[in-house]
């Protein structure tokens, strides 16, 4: 283990610990302080995710239920991820659709250095599991819609969607 990823896992150990809901300056300049020591190289964080819903585009909102631990594996050059791997424990992560548009379950997936799903392992929820076990491009479709930050600052906050860059590419139909 060198000098950095040691650093880099005692800093962790801090982020991890109970913060109030608004950052204190103290806090974001760790924060960015860690992002940038692990310049390079392979990260593993561990965060664990409030429940909580936030609208996305048009008809959908991603939703965290339960005691969700978000794992990545992010591999990195100069500040950036190259790819990163998400997957969560004890909990899920729903693509929640509005009317009769799908409610997906993401178990996991693999995000490429400009953000987007490459892969996703992922079944529908509720009636929909039959339907999208059948035509998975349906969903496919609106989880290639997630924007992820690739910035290690960013994901070293706790930050992994891009919310506002997952409205745009929605709006323009990519």
Known sequence: ????FRLLAVLLAFAAL?????ESPDRRHLLDEAGRAAASGTLEIEMDLKDGKVPLWMGYAVATEGKL?????????EGHVREL???GENG???LRGKGIRPDIVVKSATVTANGTVHDAEYQGFG???PILSLFRGIA???????RFHTEL???MRGHLLDVEASRRTADTGS
Not at 18 to 22: E, G, N, T, Y
Not at 69 to 77: K, N, Q, V
Not at 140 to 146: D, G, L, P, S, W
């Open 140 to 146: 496919m479709k609106q989880i290639r819609k997630i």
């Open 92 to 94: 899920r992560l729903v």
């Open 1 to 4: 283990m060198t000098m950095g």
């Open 127 to 129: 009636l929909w599991r």
């Open 69 to 77: 631990r978000a794992c990545l594996s992010a591999d990195a050059d």
């Open 18 to 22: 109970p913060l109030a809901a608004a």
């Open 153 to 155: 600052a960013e994901l």
């Open 85 to 87: 791997a998400i997957w």
